[in-house]
């Protein structure tokens, strides 16, 4: 079963907007942000295709931060695949 549209589009929104938005921004912090994004782009990438098992197991392993940002629906989903599996 594939995630709604609408939640797609706000865990997409919620990857664009994860940048440094200091008045001056530090290279090593620009660099920390993007390398980020391209995590949670992974992640999105496998819930989007519907691999919540794979998505979470993933979001799992990232900085606490990062997945404070992941919307509660997006974790209910993945959290059930978990769950899923482990009763299998």
């Known amino acids: 079963m594939k995630p709604s549209q609408e939640l797609v589009?706000?865990?997409?929104?919620?990857?664009r907007g994860w940048r440094d938005t200091s008045a001056h921004p530090r290279p090593g912090?620009?660099?920390?942000?993007?390398?980020?994004?391209?995590?949670?782009r992974h992640v999105l990438s496998?819930?989007?295709?519907?691999k919540y098992l794979e998505?979470?197991?993933?979001?799992?392993?990232m900085d606490?931060?990062?997945r404070d940002i992941i919307p509660d629906e997006a974790?209910?989903?993945?959290?059930?695949?978990?769950?899923?599996?482990?009763?299998?």
């Open 75 to 88: 974790w209910r989903l993945m959290c059930d695949a978990r769950t899923k599996e482990r009763t299998q």
């Open 55 to 61: 998505a979470g197991l993933e979001a799992q392993s």
């Open 64 to 66: 606490t931060i990062l």
């Open 29 to 40: 912090l620009v660099k920390a942000y993007t390398k980020d994004r391209k995590v949670l």
């Open 9 to 15: 589009d706000r865990f997409a929104d919620i990857i």
């Open 46 to 50: 496998l819930f989007r295709r519907g």
